[in-house]
Each structure stands twice: as structure tokens, then as C-alpha cells.
């Protein structure tokens, strides 16, 4: 199993063009970076190309080094026999730079990007404009965009994109007017955010990130802290028994159930916490959800705590280090006061983790909640989804269109002082040390009744063994998603649950 898809660091737009700034006054020459990001873009065109049986090749080249690509990859291909026409938004002697001397090297069909027409083409190479597009398209290419991506959808052709769709924006993942719907996308030394944030994301199809020659150095001044989720990130901080281990040393985690009628959500946490690899699990009950979740639960153990005041009394015993709060918990004060239980500051280090109702019960009065994660003993998890995050963090959501998911994340890990987990097809993880990961991958197949709180439970299984925060929701979020790729179609939450095993084969390189 790769560890990555993709090199950890992601990158800014403003990371990447000094990462290309700083290569180029080390002595590489720029042109020298572009013909290498022909070469890469030419080597994927011609894979779609052979396994297509397609000869005809259309390249959309824009005014800046998108374009300089373009023509560097058109007129590889023409040399390889590939029937190649050049469409340009601007006359190659507006071009400066780089992007100019890679126009100078085409000796083929040019004609205006505009008039261009994509009968009988059976591939598009998109170098139209990458991930430095600053602003949202004009709207001759807006038309053109839009042109295409009708192409594509009545032909079933390919569209490769150059960097990043035309029309995406480069560090938000938001669509500036209109987008190019990629069938893949090569990208140069380093994802960037746009290139994992929603709804970019949707645009770039297969992403490929290539090694052009810029030098890994070039990040040692950056202090990069995002990073893509991916167990070359948390791996080595995975825990892992030991031969003369023992259950107490794998940690105690305590999940807080709801009343008798919500239990479900509480049970299921109870379960993946387990699976997690957890030493032991308790459920704090209700005493009228007693024997409900007793008869329910075998491996997991089943203790009365009525209110706050029961909860406090079953966390008074310090081995139950990480606390679990919130699914099926239900909205109202008695839920903020066992939060706040939760969050007391003790003489010893206990994690936890709050979710769905242990949320929403602080939607009318957000600062409490972040005084009582700010004074907690040890590292506390939130794990809101887009509704919970826009109750709880309003301010932070504000000018939603202009601020990316990372960005909002970090402003809510800033002001809650804890690490906030923010669920979605793009889930991000963000720390109040500045950190943050991106799910590369995603499954269809977690949107079903009981995902998010089986979720819950395997960050506080794996804090309970003394996982940092951060790289324990990173890692819980990966193991989530892998749990339920393996599994697949017709996937439920208990599923998830069961297919952890085949998760933790996969990571520590156990044959099944």
C-alpha cells in the first residue's frame, strides 16, 4: 500500500511561485522547469492517448507560463506523430518570458482560442490559466470554458488539465466564474490547497504531481504546516502493543450516552474506540439507558452516571483518559454542564473528543464552550460538520466565498484552542499550533446514519493511547475513509466498525 498519494507538504499558490522564484536564482533555468513540465504533461496525455486509440490533439494555451507549458507538451506530441493544433487566448508575441520561448518553438497549427472548434478532436490539453488565476475569468473565457466542458460531456473525450483546471482557484478550490472539468490534472512538485478543497476538487479528476526539478530545499524557509492525510504523516506516531503490554497501558476511553431512546450513536463510538485500539471502553449511562445498553454491549463495559454531577463522579477515576462526548447526548443545559465535566481541569492529562450535541448545545453561547476546551487537562477534538461548524463558529464562517475550508478550520482551531476536525468530503484537520492535513481521498459510502459518531470513537481510541491531538484525528479521519473504501457499496455504520482490522493490517504491513 502507498503511504501517500502525493509528496506531505501542500502548498499556497504564493508557496509555489517562491518555491519556482528560488530554484530559478539557485541556477536552474526557468525554461529548463517548463520544458520538464512538457515532458510531464505530454507522457500523461500520450498514456489517455494510447489507451484511447486517439491521434488529434487540441491545446488551449493562456497568456502566462500555463500556456509556455502548453506549447512545450504540443509540440512534443507532434513529434511523436500526434495530429497537434495550438488554440491561443493571445497572439504569441504578447507572450514574455519563458511562456515566449516556448511559443517560438511550435512550428505547427495556431489559431485564436476563441474561434476554435472542437469537432473531431479526441483529447484537450487545458493551459489555459493555472493556479496563480487571481481573479474570476472574463467572460470570452468563461465562454470558451464552458464551450469545452459541453465538448466533453456530449463526446465522453478527455480533457487534461495543465497545474490546475482552468477557472479554479488555486488556494481556496473555489470556482472563479466558470471551471474546466479535467479527466486528470498534472500538477509540479506539490499539491496545492485548490487542489483538495471542494469544489475544485471535483474538477481536477486524476491528479498526477510531477517532479519537474524544483528543489526540495526551496521549503526549508517556508515553514510549511499543511499537509495531506496520509499515513507518511502519522505513521510513526501510531501506536502500536507491546509483547509485554497490557490492557491498561493501551488506555481507558469513556463514551457519554443519551437517554434511552438515543443510544445508538453512543454504542456505535463505544464499539470503534475499541477497535481503535483502546485497552479499555466504558459507557457512561444513563440510569434509565441501563439495561439497553448493557444487553446491547459485550466487549464494552457499561457504568451508571446520571447528569453532571454521575459524570463526574465515573471521571474522578483518573485511568479513563480520554472522554468521548456528544452523539445521541440530546441539545440542552444538563448536556453544556457534562461537557463542562468533561473539559474540568485535573492533575492528570485526559483528551477528548466532542461531537453532533455536545456541539450544538453551545450554538447561543459559543465563548463558553471555548473557555472550557481552552482550560481542559489535555488535547481536546472537535468535530463538527458544515452545519455544526456554521453554528459554533459563525464569525469564522463569515465571507464563506472568499475564505477557504483550511482557513476557516485554522480561524476555529484559533479561537477554540482545540483541534477542530471539520467533516466533509474534503475533511480538514486543524490545530491551534497552525497545523492542519487534508483528506485526499473520500468514499461516497460514509454518507449513512452513524458514520460521523464511528468517527468519534476511533479519535478517542486512539487518544486514549497518547496519540498527539492532531495526528490522532488526522489519522482517525484517514482509517475512517480506508475502512470504508475497502468495504465499498452497501456500507453501513457498523461495517466500519468490522473493517478496522483489515485498516490496521494494511498499516503495520500484516498479510490478511
Known sequence: MPLSPFPLE????????????????????????????????????????????????????????????????????????????????????????????????WAGTLLPAQECDFDGVDLVIDALFGTGLARDLDLPAQTLVNRLNQWRRETK????????????????????????????TVTFFRVKTGHLLLPGRTRCGQLTCAHIGIRSTTLESMQVKTFVNAPDLWLSALPRPKVDGHKYTRGHALVVSGGASFTGAARLSASAALRAGAGLVT???????????????????VRPADGAGGLAAVLADERKNAV?????????????RQVEVSLTPQAYRRAAV??????????????????????????????????????????????????????????????????????????????????????????PWLATAGSGDVLTGIVAGLLAQRMDGFLAASCAVWMHTRAAELFGPGLIADDIIATLPRVWRELFGVAS
Not at 43 to 58: A, P
Not at 324 to 336: K, N, Q, Y
Open 283 to 301: 459507557l457512561a449511562s444513563p440510569s434509565d439507558a441501563l439495561l439497553v445498553n448493557a444487553s446491547a454491549l459485550t466487549s464494552v463495559m
Open 354 to 443: 466532542l461531537d453532533a450535541d455536545a456541539l450544538t448545545s453551545f450554538e447561543s453561547d459559543p465563548f463558553r464552550l471555548w473557555r472550557a476546551t481552552r482550560a481542559a487537562p489535555g488535547p481536546v477534538v472537535m468535530t463538527p460538520h458544515a452545519g455544526e461548524f456554521a453554528r459554533l463558529f459563525s464569525e469564522c464562517n463569515s465571507d464563506r466565498a472568499l475564505r477557504s475550508k483550511l482557513d476557516r478550520a485554522r480561524d476555529a482551531a484559533r479561537v477554540s484552542g482545540a483541534i477542530v476536525l471539520y467533516k466533509g468530503p474534503d475533511t480538514v484537520v486543524a490545530a491551534p499550533d497552525g497545523r492542519a492535513s487534508i483528506q485526499a481521498t473520500a468514499s
Open 324 to 336: 468521548a462526548i456528544g452523539p445521541g447526548l440530546g441539545v440542552s443545559e444538563e448536556s453544556c
Open 157 to 184: 473525450q478527455s480533457v487534461v488539465s495543465v497545474d490546475i483546471p482552468s477557472g479554479v482557484d488555486g488556494t481556496t478550490g473555489a470556482i472563479r466564474g466558470a471551471a474546466v472539468e479535467a479527466d486528470e
Open 10 to 105: 501542500i502548498l499556497t499558490t504564493d508557496q509555489m511561485a517562491r518555491a519556482d522564484r528560488l530554484t530559478i536564482e539557485s541556477g536552474v533555468p526557468g525554461i529548463e522547469l517548463m520544458e520538464s513540465a512538457g515532458v510531464a504533461l505530454a507522457r500523461v496525455t500520450t498514456r489517455i492517448l494510447q489507451r484511447t486509440s486517439g491521434r488529434r490533439v487540441l491545446a488551449l494555451c493562456g497568456p502566462g507560463n500555463n500556456g509556455g507549458d502548453g506549447y512545450v507538451a504540443a509540440r512534443l506530441l507532434k513529434a511523436q506523430r500526434y495530429k497537434v493544433k495550438v488554440a491561443s487566448l493571445v497572439p504569441p508575441d504578447q507572450l514574455r518570458g519563458d511562456a515566449a520561448r516556448a511559443a517560438a518553438g
